[in-house]
């Protein structure tokens, strides 16, 4: 698998990250998580993510105005 084949679950409830981390990875893929905005930034920053999926209301990121 390539690198940027890793997919990157960001949202900050467990339960949900938990879940799409498991379905993800039973259908092949490598699974990444984390919690935060700043810690997925941190991640996608390293090059590693060819697909992010991403909770739109973080609670440390603003929605845009």
Known sequence: MERDDVVLVIDDDPAVTRTLRDFIAAEG???AVAHTGAAGLQRIREGDVGLV???LLLPDTKAPT
């Open 53 to 55: 999926l991403l909770d």
């Open 29 to 31: 893929h490598a699974v």
